[in-house]
T-cell receptor, first 113, second 109 residues
Framework: EAGVAQSPRYKIIEKRQSVAFWCNPI?????LYWYQQILGQGPKLLIQ????????DSQLPKDRFSAERLKGVDSTLKIQPAKLEDSAVYLC???????????FGSGTRLTVV | RKEVEQDPGPFNVPEGATVAFNCTYS??????FFWYRQDCRKEPKLLMS???SGNEDGRFTAQLNRASQYISLLIRDSKLSDSATYLC??????????FGDGTTLTVKP
């Protein structure tokens, strides 16, 4: 079974620039999550999709972050404009159902300078 | 107070030792619980689910105490390869997941 695919692996941008991350979940997984993990902390949920609908985006900074999951398969997360404090690893995860454990992708390490 | 709290450690133990971590949660409506392992600069990986009756997987034992709202992870006969950060995850029945900040374990020869 192929895992959760994410790209790019690394990204360095200047503050105020924009950036986009891509995620392709495990085939058949209806639930997709984007997490932000700052060094030394646990992952923090940004947004949860069930198929192509948003289940929870309460912690997504909507003034600068956006995410979509067209057709209920792959997803993109965008930051515009980026701030220094957005430097983190952005993890995508998928699961069959919300109450089961997730499978994470390898993440995108973002550095904002 | 954080929804999910873990002792950050670090826990430094010799090979062969038994070590236990606790994780407390504040939402009494929490329904499912997990332990994840995260190696340095890697993604978290599911270690085990935590059931009300407790469960064991080799050297690892997970337990849930709903009355006191905590889960635990016990590692027996620690190996060098067990060195990692252990994250607990608490899910509500609405599917909302909250991660703890992790407990760092270092097993030394």
């Amino acid at each position: 079974e192929a895992g959760v695919a994410q790209s790019p692996r690394y990204k360095i941008i200047e503050k105020r620039q924009s950036v986009a991350f891509w995620c392709n979940p495990i085939s058949g997984h209806a639930t997709l999550y984007w997490y932000q993990q700052i060094l030394g902390q646990g992952p923090k949920l940004l947004i949860q999709f069930q198929n192509n609908g948003v289940v929870d985006d309460s912690q997504l900074p909507k003034d600068r972050f956006s995410a979509e999951r067209l057709k209920g398969v792959d997803s993109t997360l965008k930051i515009q404009p980026a701030k220094l404090e957005d430097s983190a690893v952005y993890l995508c995860a998928s699961s069959l159902e919300g109450l089961y454990g997730y499978t994470f992708g390898s993440g995108t390490r973002l550095t904002v300078v | 107070r954080k929804e999910v709290e873990q002792d950050p450690g670090p826990f430094n133990v010799p090979e062969g030792a038994t070590v236990a971590f606790n994780c407390t949660y504040s939402n009494s409506a929490s329904q499912s619980f997990f332990w994840y392992r995260q190696d340095c600069r890697k993604e978290p990986k599911l270690l085990m689910s935590v059931y009300s009756s407790g469960n064991e997987d080799g050297r690892f034992t997970a337990q849930l105490n709903r009355a006191s709202q905590y889960i635990s992870l016990l590692i027996r006969d620690s190996k060098l390869s067990d060195s990692a950060t252990y994250l607990c995850v608490v899910n509500t029945n609405a599917g909302k997941s909250t991660f703890g900040d992790g407990t760092t374990l270092t097993v030394k020869p």
